[in-house]
């Protein structure tokens, strides 16, 4: 009878030990899953804000006053701009490309 006390007594101890040993691991692995969700809501703010910071740097008002202040950039006049129909461009590059061809072969 001493001895299945004895045996019990030691089952009980590893058994106490192991409980002991799971729940620390169980309440580091909660601290750093604690300080992860921390620096994820830091990362997303300071994400925001770069998002917000870009947005003001590309503006397009900012763009041309630089480009007009510090690269000496002018709007051309209104004679000197050409519209092109997308059309017709491609239109004019699949002819010139088909009598290339066609020039080739002979």
């Known amino acids: 009878m001493t001895r299945l006390n004895l045996m ?29 969700g921390q620096e994820a809501k830091q990362i997303n703010q300071e994400y925001g ?3 917000l910071e870009q947005s003001t740097w590309a503006m397009h008002s900012r763009v041309e006053m630089i480009a007009a202040q510090q690269l000496q950039m002018q709007v051309p ?3 000197r701009v050409q519209v092109v129909d997308i059309n017709v461009a491609t239109e004019g590059v699949k002819a010139k ?4 061809e066609n020039g080739g072969a002979q």
């Open 77 to 79: 006049d209104g004679k």
């Open 97 to 100: 490309s088909s009598k290339t």
């Open 8 to 36: 019990l007594f030691c089952a009980l101890i590893l058994s106490s030990l192991g409980l002991v040993n799971a729940q620390h691991k169980a309440r580091k692995l909660y601290i750093e899953l604690e300080q992860l």
């Open 49 to 51: 804000q770069l998002q």
